[in-house]
């Protein structure tokens, strides 16, 4: 099992910059993949970037260029590059991992992008 927290949402003017963490209660050096994925009110929760244990990265069609998925293996820890942020991308974002075929899911942390 893993335990996963998300922190650094908030409040930002549209074209602002938001990075986004998600911190495992485990070594994510073994974990297959990690991603974020986001659920705006009244809208299904959606891919946003996977990054796979070998760093293979995967994106959204819709958000490629603007979004970065990295992590770091030492401190645990997947992160999330949100530049240019529009109104559109207010949600919440959630952490997801991929373990022995088992998904864990992070509390959520809410992005509000204002116009």
């Known amino acids: 099992q893993v335990q996963l927290v998300e922190s650094g949402g908030g409040l930002v003017q549209a074209g602002g910059s938001l990075r986004l963490s998600c911190t495992a209660s485990?070594?994510?050096?073994?974990?297959?993949?990690m991603g974020w994925y986001r659920q705006a009110p009244g809208k299904q929760r959606e891919l946003v970037a996977t990054?796979?244990?070998?760093?293979?990265?995967n994106y959204a069609d819709a958000l490629k260029g603007r979004f970065t998925i990295d992590r770091d293996n030492a401190k645990n820890t997947v992160y999330l590059q949100m530049n240019s942020l529009k109104p559109e991308d207010t949600a919440v974002y959630y952490c997801?991992?991929?373990?022995?075929?088992?998904?864990?899911w992070g509390q959520g942390t809410q992005v509000t992008v204002s116009s």
């Open positions: 997801n991992a991929v373990l022995d075929f088992l998904n864990f």
């Open positions: 485990r070594s994510i050096f073994s974990i297959n993949s």
């Open positions: 990054i796979t244990r070998l760093s293979n990265t």
